[in-house]
């Protein structure tokens, strides 16, 4: 019960931490927003399947609602507790699943049930070794233009290299003690309070949270396009 207490008041003082601060508070901001997007991708996303979405036919609105959903929640919690990597952690697993969830779509229509489509896109890449940055490059052009594709590619890199894998917070830990002579207090124990020497990390989250939530109105929007055009 002390952890729950602990959690409960540290989130309660970084609320108030992140939104008296002009710096800070676009992290908040960015997060909220991005919840707010997610919920209203799904209307629409129901909206334009109706019947068909209770059937499972949509691997990319599965997804949506099984993954991006909950993970979108799971960002503003860690936000909160000041547990900054797993917010990263989230947001290369949300534009991951979201990248290949339409390519199963528009490349395997013939099967019924998302499963199927996941599936077959997995084996495709097993079979042929591509990787998640070669996939982009020979599939999402067929989906969406080449720059929107470099743009996922580059973020999705960005998120692994920098926060998602162990040598980019190994990374991040060495460049602050180097800088501010103390390692982020991420890196030392979750919950963690915030203060004056996170700005820059909250300012960063800032500008890669902006960044997936406009890649995830690029795929939300071609996927309806393209889901119109298939059904006349």
Same mark, same amino acid.
């Given at each position: 019960?002390?952890?729950? #207490? +602990?959690?409960?008041?540290?989130?309660?003082?970084?609320? $108030?931490?992140?939104?008296?601060?002009?710096?800070?508070?676009?992290?908040?901001?960015?997060?909220?927003?991005?919840?707010?997007? !997610? %919920?209203?991708?799904?209307?629409?996303?129901?909206?334009?399947?109706? /019947?068909?979405?209770?059937?499972?036919?949509?691997?990319?609105?599965?997804?949506?609602?099984?993954?991006?959903?909950?993970?979108?929640?799971?960002?503003? $919690?860690?936000?909160? %507790?000041?547990?900054?990597? =797993?917010?990263?952690?989230?947001?290369?697993?949300?534009?991951?699943?979201?990248?290949?969830?339409?390519?199963?779509?528009?490349?395997?229509?013939?099967?019924?049930?998302?499963? $199927?489509?996941?599936?077959?896109? &997995?084996?495709?890449?097993?079979?042929?070794?591509?990787?998640?940055?070669?996939?982009?490059?020979?599939?999402?052009?067929? @989906? @969406?233009?080449? +720059?929107?594709?470099?743009? !996922? @590619? +580059?973020?999705? #890199?960005?998120?692994? *290299?920098?926060? =998602?894998?162990?040598?980019? !917070?190994? #990374? #991040?830990?060495? &460049?602050?003690?180097?800088?501010?002579?103390?390692?982020?207090?991420?890196?030392?124990? @979750?919950?963690? +309070?915030? /203060? /004056?020497?996170?700005?820059? /990390?909250?300012? *960063?989250?800032?500008? $890669?949270?902006?960044?997936?939530?406009?890649? !995830?109105? %690029?795929?939300?929007?071609?996927?309806?396009? =393209?889901?119109?055009?298939?059904?006349?």
């Amino acid at each position: 019960m002390s952890l729950l #207490k +602990e959690v409960f008041e540290i989130s309660a003082k970084n609320a $108030y931490f992140l939104k008296g601060n002009e710096q800070a508070e676009k992290s908040l901001r960015e997060v909220v927003d991005l919840v707010n997007d !997610i %919920i209203d991708h799904m209307h629409a996303l129901l909206k334009t399947l109706g /019947d068909r979405f209770s059937r499972g036919e949509s691997a990319f609105a599965a997804t949506m609602i099984h993954m991006v959903m909950p993970l979108s929640y799971g960002i503003l $919690y860690n936000l909160m %507790i000041g547990n900054l990597p =797993a917010c990263y952690f989230h947001m290369r697993i949300i534009l991951e699943g979201l990248t290949k969830s339409i390519i199963a779509d528009i490349r395997f229509p013939e099967y019924s049930f998302f499963e $199927y489509k996941l599936e077959c896109l &997995e084996n495709l890449l097993s079979e042929t070794r591509l990787s998640f940055s070669k996939m982009c490059n020979l599939l999402l052009p067929k @989906i @969406i233009n080449r +720059e929107n594709t470099t743009t !996922i @590619i +580059e973020l999705w #890199k960005d998120l692994s *290299e920098k926060w =998602a894998h162990a040598g980019g !917070i190994v #990374k #991040k830990v060495v &460049e602050k003690i180097v800088r501010e002579e103390s390692p982020p207090p991420w890196s030392i124990i @979750i919950p963690v +309070e915030y /203060d /004056d020497r996170d700005l820059s /990390d909250l300012q *960063e989250l800032a500008s $890669y949270v902006k960044s997936i939530r406009r890649i !995830i109105h %690029i795929l939300v929007e071609t996927w309806r396009s =393209a889901y119109r055009n298939h059904e006349t």
